[in-house]
């Protein structure tokens, strides 16, 4: 079984920056394809960002393309999401997700992802 932690969310204002990190333990993280996905009061979860197994090849919702990056650390056993240029509506609990069965490729359907970390608040005000 493997858990995830994300650390890293807080209140910033608009135009900060913050750096979410989630740690992974119980299995190697190259075994999974890794993302960030998050949800706001009243919405549903959405895919932000991931990242395959080792390739490193990486997507990006258009709400975030430019400004977000994603990237995995594996000897390290962490994943991290760095975000620039924060606007209110990124507000959101953020979760970080593994994917077991990606290969060379990501996912963005919530349901494709089998577990997932407790979420950490990001609050942006303007």
């Known amino acids: 079984q493997v858990q995830l932690k994300e650390s890293g969310g807080g209140l910033v204002q608009a135009g900060d920056s913050l750096r979410l990190s989630c740690a992974v333990s119980?299995?190697?993280?190259?075994?999974?394809?890794l993302g960030w996905f998050r949800q706001s009061p009243g919405g549903d979860r959405e895919f932000v960002a991931a990242?395959?197994?080792?390739?490193?090849?990486?997507e990006y919702a258009d709400a975030v393309q430019g400004r977000f990056t994603i990237w995995r650390e594996n000897a390290a056993n962490m994943v991290y999401l760095q975000m620039n240029s924060l606007k209110s509506e990124d507000t959101a609990v953020y979760y970080c997700?593994?994917?077991?069965?990606?290969?060379?490729?990501?996912?963005?359907?919530?349901?494709?992802?089998?577990?997932w970390g407790q979420g950490t608040q990001v609050t942006v005000s303007s």
């Open positions: 997700a593994a994917d077991p069965d990606a290969w060379l490729y990501v996912r963005w359907g919530v349901s494709d992802y089998e577990f």
């Open positions: 119980g299995r190697a993280i190259s075994d999974y394809a």
């Open positions: 990242i395959t197994r080792n390739t490193g090849r990486t």
